[in-house]
């Protein structure tokens, strides 16, 4: 059980100010802060987990990735998300300058590779998540958000605050920063950067009645191009769909209606989208979210360490935000009970924690920055599997973006073609890659769920 104490803080001089203890403070109940949780009190840690909401809780990011399943078998949860999830076996992609469809099947994937993954409503999932740590002994609170932190010789204390205002204090040897885009650490700490690279907003919200795929495709993730940006249709299995549009900043910039309206003609400006939800119902209001992508200067540092999106966020194209959490979680866990165990080891676990995790991203990324790209549409549009390449596009889409093997050596052919196919069209390449530098400036945009 956690230390307790009852003392008068000068910062609240006319009410108890209760004080906590924990081997670890996990701040953020989402998939990154369960997992990092459940493993550490699976290894015998005493670990405390605050949560600023109540779950279950709406969040956007329900598509997982096929390597998403191990981790869900290593943390002993399995069967609870398969309950809460609709099998996702294929991404389709959609063009407007292709007359055909591509579907990347995960079964093709490299040997070893999960043949499926799960949509899943986010409330569910992570509320199932934050009760396996509960069970697996986890003390967590719910609605109590972290406010300050102080670094102390050997220890971390970190004040939060009740929802009913009752404040306290948090002393850990270990902290762990799962706050997602709340960036607790990275903005006290003033190292969060916005990304010059890559810069996007979204629109979002969910239909019933959506005309989905049939049979064992009803679950397949589809991307669809369009002029500004990429559109996601994500079946989910109440039979609700989510259904958002990835758009530079400019664009959304140029809203002058309420979101939902805006929301619909979005989706009519690409008529193979528009004709899975014309005959919907948008069951709740539009969200504008300005989605700025950023990342911190650092991810480690003395008795801390951020996971997911409290270190990054990208863009959601591939649906890796909940795995790049739960991976990264985990190689948290290691760096947490390895410090724990001998703090000298710490600085040399951070750099390698902060080596593997950048690297992953990084992988990523490379992908993400030149999805809009004409070159980048047509290799996905027409695929070939000279030397296992299509195989390994399909096993990175799959998640595996941090090991050597067969898999990386195949994505660096990959890139090579790129860039080879650049060259051979080099006027429409440049031409691309003009238009991005000027879509990617950071614009005010109108959002609707406070990010911007």
């Given at each position: 059980m956690l230390a307790r104490t009852e003392s008068?803080?000068?910062?609240?001089?006319?009410?108890?100010?209760?004080?906590?203890?924990?081997?670890?403070?996990?701040?953020g109940g989402g998939p990154g802060g369960s997992t990092a949780a459940t493993l550490l009190a699976q290894r015998g840690r005493r670990v405390l987990l605050i949560e600023k909401d109540r779950h279950p809780r709406f969040h956007i990011g329900e598509s997982l990735l096929p390597l998403n399943l191990p981790l869900f078998d290593q943390l002993g949860c399995s069967q609870a998300i398969a309950g809460v999830g609709l099998a996702k076996r294929a991404m389709q992609f959609h063009s407007m300058d292709h007359p055909t469809t591509q579907m990347f099947s995960f079964s093709e994937a490299w040997d070893g590779t999960p043949t499926h993954a799960y949509?899943?409503?986010?409330?569910?999932?992570?509320?199932?998540?934050?009760?396996?740590?509960?069970?697996?002994?986890?003390?967590?609170?719910?609605?109590?958000?972290?406010?300050?932190?102080?670094?102390?010789?050997?220890?971390?204390?970190?004040?939060?605050?009740?929802?009913?205002?009752?404040?306290?204090?948090?002393?850990?040897?270990?902290?762990?920063?799962?706050s997602g885009r709340d960036t607790f650490m990275a903005s006290k700490l003033g190292i969060k950067r916005r990304n010059q690279k890559h810069t996007s907003a979204a629109l979002y919200g969910h239909f019933r009645g959506a005309r989905r795929n049939s049979g064992d495709a009803e679950g397949n993730i589809e991307i669809f191009w369009f002029a500004h940006g990429w559109m996601w249709f994500i079946p989910l299995m109440d039979g609700t769909t989510s259904v958002g549009a990835v758009c530079w900043p400019y664009y959304l910039k140029t809203r002058d209606t309420e979101p939902?309206?805006?929301?619909?003609?979005?989706?009519?400006?690409?008529?193979?989208?528009?004709?899975?939800?014309?005959?919907?119902t948008l069951i709740e209001p539009a969200t504008?979210?300005?989605?700025?992508?950023?990342?911190?200067?650092?991810?480690?540092?003395?008795?801390?360490?951020?996971v997911g999106d409290a270190f990054a966020f990208v863009d959601p194209v591939f649906s890796s935000g909940v795995y790049l959490a739960m991976k990264s979680a985990l190689f948290a866990a290691d760096v947490v009970d390895g410090a724990l165990n001998d703090p000298a080891e710490a600085p040399r676990l951070n750099r390698a924690f902060e080596r593997r995790v950048r690297r992953g991203l990084r992988t990523f990324t490379w992908m993400i920055y030149r999805m809009t790209s004409p070159v980048m549409r047509n290799l996905i549009m027409q695929p070939r599997d000279d030397f296992g390449i299509k195989r390994a596009v399909i096993t990175f889409l799959a998640g595996d973006v941090y090991f050597s093997g067969?898999?990386?050596?195949?994505?660096?052919?990959f890139r090579a073609i790129y860039y080879f196919s650049a060259m051979l069209d080099w006027r429409r390449a440049v031409r691309a890659v003009v238009n991005r530098r000027n879509a990617v400036r950071p614009q005010t945009i109108y959002a609707t769920d406070g990010s911007g």
């Amino acid at each position: 059980m956690l230390a307790r104490t009852e003392s008068t803080s000068p910062a609240a001089p006319a009410q108890q100010r209760a004080e906590l203890s924990a081997d670890v403070l996990v701040i953020g109940g989402g998939p990154g802060g369960s997992t990092a949780a459940t493993l550490l009190a699976q290894r015998g840690r005493r670990v405390l987990l605050i949560e600023k909401d109540r779950h279950p809780r709406f969040h956007i990011g329900e598509s997982l990735l096929p390597l998403n399943l191990p981790l869900f078998d290593q943390l002993g949860c399995s069967q609870a998300i398969a309950g809460v999830g609709l099998a996702k076996r294929a991404m389709q992609f959609h063009s407007m300058d292709h007359p055909t469809t591509q579907m990347f099947s995960f079964s093709e994937a490299w040997d070893g590779t999960p043949t499926h993954a799960y949509h899943v409503r986010r409330s569910a999932f992570d509320h199932a998540l934050l009760q396996h740590a509960r069970q697996s002994g986890v003390e967590v609170i719910e609605a109590c958000r972290a406010r300050n932190f102080r670094v102390e010789p050997d220890r971390v204390v970190v004040e939060a605050q009740h929802d009913d205002g009752r404040t306290v204090d948090v002393a850990t040897r270990y902290l762990v920063d799962a706050s997602g885009r709340d960036t607790f650490m990275a903005s006290k700490l003033g190292i969060k950067r916005r990304n010059q690279k890559h810069t996007s907003a979204a629109l979002y919200g969910h239909f019933r009645g959506a005309r989905r795929n049939s049979g064992d495709a009803e679950g397949n993730i589809e991307i669809f191009w369009f002029a500004h940006g990429w559109m996601w249709f994500i079946p989910l299995m109440d039979g609700t769909t989510s259904v958002g549009a990835v758009c530079w900043p400019y664009y959304l910039k140029t809203r002058d209606t309420e979101p939902s309206a805006f929301f619909l003609q979005t989706l009519q400006s690409c008529p193979a989208m528009w004709e899975r939800v014309k005959d919907a119902t948008l069951i709740e209001p539009a969200t504008a979210t300005g989605n700025y992508s950023y990342s911190a200067d650092r991810m480690a540092g003395e008795r801390y360490v951020m996971v997911g999106d409290a270190f990054a966020f990208v863009d959601p194209v591939f649906s890796s935000g909940v795995y790049l959490a739960m991976k990264s979680a985990l190689f948290a866990a290691d760096v947490v009970d390895g410090a724990l165990n001998d703090p000298a080891e710490a600085p040399r676990l951070n750099r390698a924690f902060e080596r593997r995790v950048r690297r992953g991203l990084r992988t990523f990324t490379w992908m993400i920055y030149r999805m809009t790209s004409p070159v980048m549409r047509n290799l996905i549009m027409q695929p070939r599997d000279d030397f296992g390449i299509k195989r390994a596009v399909i096993t990175f889409l799959a998640g595996d973006v941090y090991f050597s093997g067969p898999v990386r050596r195949r994505m660096l052919a990959f890139r090579a073609i790129y860039y080879f196919s650049a060259m051979l069209d080099w006027r429409r390449a440049v031409r691309a890659v003009v238009n991005r530098r000027n879509a990617v400036r950071p614009q005010t945009i109108y959002a609707t769920d406070g990010s911007g």
